[in-house]
C-alpha cells in the first residue's frame, strides 16, 4: 500500500487546502502528518516546539511520515519542513510526489501573520522568505511533479494534479 498522492511545499502552498480537494476528486481518504504529529504528542505543534524543541519535533515528524508512507492509500500532507529530513526524502522515493510551488506574496497572505506557527513567530515575511529559499531544492529533489499555486483556485489546482497522476 502506498499513498495516491503526496503533497509537499511551504506553509500556506495550498497543501491541506488543495489535498482534501484532491482526495475528494480521486475517491480516496486525506491525511496530514501534521495532524498526526499533534494526535501522537497530544498537544498542537506549536507547544511541541515551545515545550520540546524543533529537533524533538522533527524526530516525531519523521516517523509520522514514515508511518503513513507505509499504511496509508490515500492523499497525504507532509509538514512544510518534513523534506528537510534526508532519511524522509529517501522514503519518498518511488512516491508520487508534487511539489505545490507558491510564491513568496501569496504564501504571506495565506499564512497570515504566522499564529500557530511557531517557526514564524518573529518577523514572518522575511522568515517565510528565508524557508522558502531553503527548502525550494529540497522540495524539487524529492518531487515527481511540480505544480505553481499563484493566483490559482484550489479546485483549479487539484484538478491539475488529478490529470498529472492518470497513468
Known amino acids: 500500500m502506498k499513498p495516491a498522492c503526496v503533497l509537499v511545499g511551504v506553509m500556506g502552498a495550498g497543501k491541506t487546502t488543495v489535498g482534501e480537494l484532491l482526495a475528494a476528486r480521486l475517491g480516496v481518504g486525506f491525511r496530514d502528518t501534521d495532524i498526526d504529529i499533534e494526535a501522537t504528542a497530544g498537544k498542537p505543534i506549536a507547544e511541541i516546539f515551545i515545550d520540546e524543541g524543533e529537533a524533538h519535533f522533527r524526530t516525531l515528524e ?23 529530513s534526508e532519511r524522509t526524502r529517501a522514503a519518498l522515493a518511488g512516491h508520487p510526489v508534487v511539489f505545490l510551488s507558491v510564491g513568496l506574496s501569496d504564501a504571506v ?29 529540497l522540495y524539487e529533489q524529492v518531487a515527481t511533479f511540480t505544480v505553481a499555486t499563484d493566483g490559482r483556485e484550489p479546485e483549479e489546482i487539484a484538478a491539475e494534479i488529478a490529470t498529472l497522476l492518470k497513468p
Not at 519523521?62 to 528537510?84: K, Q, W, Y
Not at 504566522?114 to 514564524?120: D, E, F, K, T
Open 109 to 137: 497572505s495565506r499564512v497570515g501573520l504566522g499564529a500557530g506557527r511557531p517557526l514564524l513567530a518573529m518577523n514572518p515575511r522575511a522568515t517565510l522568505k528565508h524557508l522558502m529559499d531553503q527548502r525550494r531544492p
Open 62 to 84: 519523521e516517523a509520522a511520515v514514515r508511518s503513513a508512507l507505509a499504511s496509508f492509500d490515500g492523499v497525504l500532507a507532509l509538514g512544510g519542513g518534513a523534506i528537510l
